[in-house]
């Protein structure tokens, strides 16, 4: 008998699991495989953020940094990635020092142009080229604030990574900061053509002590956007 490719595959029966239910990582259950959420092509990393107040809603991004600015004398909050590479080679990618990284090549790993007016609504940006995981060893996401009065307990922060047509996975910012400046947010390790998402959520009080608390090894110095 022929088959009929005019005709649509039936529809899930009312109630099925949708397969890209978002994934949020808790102290409970912190860590998930890539793989088992879809996988495939690009991951994109983004850091967004809220501040509850009076008022009707919450203000995200870019435009939460406008507010911060107004009232606190200005804030930079940079997303950003420590790398480690299958053959060795380890580095950060981040808007201080203009390390933004490239997608094609190493590190794999490229942040978007960093924002530091607040226009943009979006949040920050990271995107893992997933084609070449088998050269990528481990990447820390991490985050921190570059200028500005405010600290991560201020804001209702989140991580969410999307993997190309897999579920979102998301990372709250909840633990309590209190007055450090940079939070170790997520670990991705290799574990044999796969990415492993450990949900981390430690705050330290900046690249050394987070280099120091992740055993990267790289050599710091102060640097400027």
């Known amino acids: 008998m022929g088959i009929d490719y005019s005709k649509r595959p039936a529809a899930p029966p009312a109630g099925a699991p949708v397969s890209l239910s ?19 092509g690009r ?14 809603g919450a203000a995200k991004g870019g435009f939460l940094k406008r507010v911060l600015s107004a009232a606190g004398g200005g804030i ?22 203009n390390a933004f990284g490239s997608f094609d090549n190493p ?36 985050a921190f604030i570059y200028e500005g009065v405010a600290s991560f307990d201020q804001a209702n922060a989140v991580v ?15 633990e309590k900061a209190g007055g450090s400046r940079m939070c170790a947010i997520a670990l991705l390790t290799n574990t044999g053509n796969d ?5 981390e959520v430690r705050y330290v009080g900046g690249h050394r002590e987070l280099d120091s608390a992740f055993g990267w090894g790289l050599n710091w110095t102060a640097g400027r956007k």
């Open 195 to 199: 990415f492993t998402v450990s949900r």
């Open 43 to 56: 991951l994109h990393v983004n850091l967004n953020w809220s501040q509850n107040g009076a008022g009707s």
């Open 76 to 97: 930079d909050l940079d997303l950003a990635c420590l790398f480690e590479l299958a053959d060795g080679r380890r580095g950060v990618v981040q808007a201080l020092g």
């Open 160 to 174: 969410t990574l999307t993997p190309a047509q897999g579920a979102p996975i998301e990372v709250h910012l909840d």
């Open 107 to 142: 590190p794999y790993v490229q942040l978007d142009a960093d924002d530091r007016t607040g226009a943009t609504a979006g949040g920050e940006n990271l995107h893992v080229n997933l084609a070449r995981i088998g050269e990528i060893r481990r990447l820390l996401v991490f």
């Open 22 to 40: 978002k994934v949020t990582l808790t102290k409970s259950a912190p860590t998930v495989s890539l793989s088992k959420q879809g996988g495939g």
